[in-house]
């Protein structure tokens, strides 16, 4: 196929760690490998500096709800005016709301195709505006992100379970399914496991468990200390909580006050690949979050061949297969701690899951997807050029 240039505007873009930052860096990478162009644009972060070139970053503000998290200020004439951005064949939201909006701008006035992945179940974090009540943001989000989406050529939805989920919401325009590729299984195939056990005092004998997700209310990782807190055997096992975020410090409380401060590690935020070789290094991946549109880390954890345990809701439910790749559990500590202890238990099972979580994780091949998202593409410019709208020539 000819070569693309795909402009790509999200919330959050690198130095942040996000399932929506892998997902982007993901796509533009094995884009790049076959020979497409693809321009970011995101907000500034205070002291980074990007060293890739087709990167435009517009000035931020601070996010008072969330510091780490700077919102870009909506400067639409500097996206329009930018030569790359106007080279760009499709316009790619990885958002809809204030770089979303941008991007549908560009698209309306450059004349070219919209398409929006939802990466998000915006409607489960509206307690990051606390001062209106949750009854009244949620439906705003619902009926927004709606809105949006239906203004949009193409939807992109990362597993089956969220374009059911859209579909219900009322979204009418076109949707397909396209999860995030995956890591290369080679990459933590070369971890130094051993090291990443010494760097947190865990003892090379003893089971770990791991958990990695951003430390915040919807990802439920209180749930996962709870259910710590019940497994006793075998004895002396390990949790390891890769992450940072704005709950870091309550559940830190949380873990002293549950007694199990001793065995429980809190890494803090770390780059992609700290986190992948600390992942690769674990007996059991634990995961409690209820809000995930495809839950990548799940696959992550799949493709180290590690076993994972996860509440079956939403995204989750669909990266793991039940009985094959982990187990899937009803909500909440006790379920999720029953879950551990067979796996801790069994590590027979433990490697019979490991080894099919390796199998389906192969079908996450971030260049095949990476394909096929090109393929949507053609297919919505194909689309937009039979309506009779200008194309790029």
């Known amino acids: 196929m000819t070569p693309l240039t795909v402009a790509m505007l999200s919330e959050s873009y690198i130095p942040r760690l996000s399932g929506v930052v892998i997902s982007l860096t993901s796509y533009a990478q094995a884009l790049r490998a ?21 990167v435009l970053r517009l000035p931020s ?52 195709p919209l398409l929006f992945t939802h990466h998000t179940l915006y409607h489960e974090y509206v307690h990051y505006v606390p001062w209106l009540s ?28 969220i374009r059911e ?26 971890a130094d496991l051993r090291a990443a056990r010494a760097r947190y005092g865990i003892p090379a004998d003893r089971p770990l468990l791991v958990t990695v997700s951003r430390l915040a209310p919807e ?27 704005p709950s870091a410090a309550s559940l830190e409380a949380l873990a002293r006050e549950l007694g199990i401060g001793e065995r429980v590690r809190f890494t803090g935020a770390l780059p992609h690949e700290g986190a992948l070789e600390v992942m690769a290094g674990a007996d059991l991946f634990v995961f409690a979050s209820q809000t995930e549109t495809q839950g990548l880390v799940l696959v992550e954890a ?13 995204g989750a439910a669909e990266a793991v297969v ?11 500590p006790d379920p999720l701690a029953a879950g551990m202890r067979r796996l801790l238990a069994d590590p027979t099972l433990r490697a019979r899951l490991g080894r099919r979580g390796r199998e389906i ?11 096929q998202l090109v393929g949507l593409y053609h297919s919505v410019m194909i689309e937009h050029a039979s309506e009779g709208l200008p194309q790029r020539t």
Do not use: W
């Open 302 to 314: 799949m493709a180290a061949g590690v076993p994972v345990v996860a509440v079956g809701v939403a």
């Open 61 to 112: 503000v601070r996010n008072p709800a969330d510091p780490g998290f700077p919102v870009a200020l909506p400067l639409r004439a500097r996206v329009l005016r930018d030569p790359r951005v106007q080279a760009a064949d499709v316009v790619h939201a990885h958002s809809p709301f204030v770089m979303g909006r941008l991007a549908r701008s560009a698209a309306r006035r450059l004349g070219r």
């Open 165 to 190: 989920m859209l579909r219900t919401h009322g979204v009418t325009a076109r949707i397909e399914v396209l999860p995030t590729g995956t890591v290369d299984p080679r990459q933590t195939a070369r």
């Open 219 to 245: 990802k439920s990782v209180d749930v996962i200390l709870r259910a710590f807190q019940q497994v006793s055997e075998p004895p002396g096992a390990y949790l390891l909580i890769v992450g940072g975020g």
């Open 34 to 54: 076959d020979g497409h162009r693809v321009v970011i644009v995101a907000p500034a972060y205070p002291g980074h500096r990007d060293e890739d070139p087709d």
């Open 361 to 371: 994780a192969a079908g996450y091949a971030a260049a095949a997807l990476a394909r």
């Open 322 to 332: 039940d009985g094959e790749s982990g187990l899937l559990v009803s909500p909440g």
């Open 134 to 161: 949750p009854r009244l943001t949620r439906p705003a989000v619902l009926r927004y992100v709606r809105e949006f989406a239906n203004r949009c050529d193409l939807v992109i939805a990362p597993s089956g379970v």
